[in-house]
């Protein structure tokens, strides 16, 4: 069954994307295509917001880090920053991104297990608000670097609080055993090392559990240990004035899916975190644009065998990785003819994997050679994990905005993908 959306509506049996049709879209150019709309994405930010500034205190707000590791596109990073939203960087190309869509550097914070020595002199350089450890060993290089540039690098620990959670195990990272943040012992012993760095500033504590969290209970079970942990380091002389309680707010990928209470998680903000006197920031990235996106893709045709009618899309794993590598469930469904008679269909791509299958045993309107169709959800985690496999260009992005649009990115060409492959001259 499709899913609702506002900005996804169906005129005249043919889905629009706000004000535009997804038939001239794929007109004037062509499939697979990303389509985001712009209006959903500005909407997701504002109830967001909304709720979490809705609880803060008097002169007091809480920052947004938008984690664009879910859709790092230029264009939509700065339609967020031009809402007021900062940034969540994972790399020092997200960082040059952020920067290039001018969000503010004190408006950026920075995670990973593994940054490199060049991305955390990236990050000191830019002076960012802050940068979240991973690992003592990380707290060191910082230190060193921070050392040799006479700069101060200001820090915050990550938490690892021994939970799961998040709609699929490899997207879970906050048990023990996962590679992510501190163990609470290690936090203790990193806010003793920074003490002796001279260029190091220790401010706080992130946690960050997985994503599709859409219980606060299980946000609450991730904090349960905080207070008591930011009691004992306050009391040992140390500074928590900041927490990062992360991203993993949830989306719709089907119409029955969970999502979070917003209201309820706010007051959870207002009554847990709140009251530990910290400035408080935000990771969503799901939550933003999800929803903003479908992926366009024609029917290549339609393969009767077997028993089964194997319906083949122009688009493939390498434009959407997320069913074959999570199993992910995406809703799918036709551009026109909505009320055609139904069909049981396994919907694949091109790719030579069994592993290109979008979905198995999908009933949905009959569609046959030609016909359009949308991969909903498509907006997150999209794209950005996209591939040349099987030596396939990149897909387009297209920005709805009303009656406006735009390519925010360009459908890759053959010679772009062999810009930069060389054959040797002894061959
Ligand atoms: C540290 C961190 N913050 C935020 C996010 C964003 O998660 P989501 O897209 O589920 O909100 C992730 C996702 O991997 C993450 O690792």
Known sequence: MALQNPFFPVKDDTMHVE????????????????????????????????????????????MI???????????ILKLLQQEGCGLEVVSEGE?????????????????????????????????????????????????????????????????NPEVSGGGHHKISTGRRGDKFGLMKDDVFKAYDMAKGMKNVQALGLMIHIGSQVSQVNAFDAAFSKLPAIVGELRAAGHTVSRLDIGGGFPVKYTQDDQLLDLSAYANWVRDIIVPLDVDIALE?????????????????????????NFLIFDAAMNDLLRPAMYDAYHEIAPVQNHNAPETVYDVV???????DTFTRDRTLPRMKRDDLAVIQTAGAYGMCMSSNYNTRPRAAEILVD??????????????????????????
């Not at 880090?65 to 264009?75: F, G, I, M, R, V």
């Not at 791509?349 to 592993?355: A, K, L, R, S």
Request: hydrophobic content about 40%.
């Open 349 to 355: 791509g091109p790719v030579c994997e069994t592993g």
């Open 19 to 62: 004000r535009i049709a997804l038939t001239s879209i794929a007109e004037e150019f062509g499939t697979p295509t990303y389509v985001y709309s712009a209006g959903h994405i500005r909407n997701q930010y504002k109830q967001l917001n909304d709720a979490i500034q809705g609880i803060m205190p008097e002169g007091r707000s809480a």
């Open 402 to 427: 009303g009656d406006q649009y735009a390519v925010i990115n360009a459908r890759e060409s053959y010679d772009d993908l062999f810009a930069r492959e060389s054959v040797p001259a002894w061959l």
């Open 65 to 75: 880090c938008y984690a664009c590791k879910a859709n790092s596109n230029l264009a």
């Open 95 to 159: 960082l040059i991104r952020g920067l290039k869509a001018g969000i503010d550097p004190q408006k950026i914070v920075s995670t990973g297990v593994g940054k490199t020595n060049q991305e955390i002199r990236a990050q000191i350089e830019a002076d960012i608000y802050n940068i979240n450890v991973e690992s003592l060993p990380e707290l060191e290089r910082i230190s060193a670097i921070a050392d040799d540039m006479n700069k101060t690098a200001r820090v915050i620990f990550r938490l």
């Open 284 to 308: 969503p990235g799901r939550y933003l644009v999800a929803n903003s996106g479908v992926l366009l893709t024609r029917v290549t045709d339609v393969k009767e065998a077997q028993g089964q």
